[in-house]
């Protein structure tokens, strides 16, 4: 079973690891800041439009590609690699926890494999192909 999809939209810069804490009665209090639950929406929305059929249950490889606007005046070209915040491994913990959130896979540990890319873009958007191994 393989998936793949592209997804026009800018690609939100907001990040999981942008929760914050506070504290309640002494205890910490986790919560997503306003940009964060936007982007949460934002992926929600478009992954949940490629659920596939049946859940991932073993190995997986996981390409993500992100394609980040160029800006009107900006001196970057389409194709570009991206080598400006946010980093790629941050990138990609939320849209992967959306993921098994909407029945992608079991866990997202089940990913052995992946493969995160960034760049400048004239169709901004996220690419994903899941691939079993």
């Known amino acids: 079973m393989m998936t793949e999809f592209f997804m026009p939209m800018i690609p ?3 990040t ?3 929760k914050q804490v506070s504290c309640k009665n002494d205890k910490p209090v986790f919560y997503e800041p306003a940009d964060l639950k936007a982007a949460r929406a934002k992926l929600m929305a478009h992954l949940g439009q490629h659920v596939p059929a049946k859940k991932y249950k073993g190995a997986l490889r996981v390409i993500v590609k992100w394609l980040f606007p160029i800006k009107d005046g900006s001196k970057h070209y389409d ?3 991206k080598i400006t915040k946010p ?3 941050n990138l990609n913990k939320l849209p ?3 993921m098994t959130e909407l029945g992608y896979w079991t866990d997202d540990a089940i990913v052995a494999s992946e493969i995160i890319e960034k760049f400048w873009a004239n169709r901004p958007g996220i690419y994903i192909r899941i691939e079993e191994l």
């Open 12 to 14: 939100p810069t907001a």
């Open 16 to 18: 999981h690891q942008e």
């Open 96 to 98: 992967f926890d959306i």
């Open 87 to 89: 980093d790629t491994h």
């Open 79 to 81: 194709g570009e690699w």
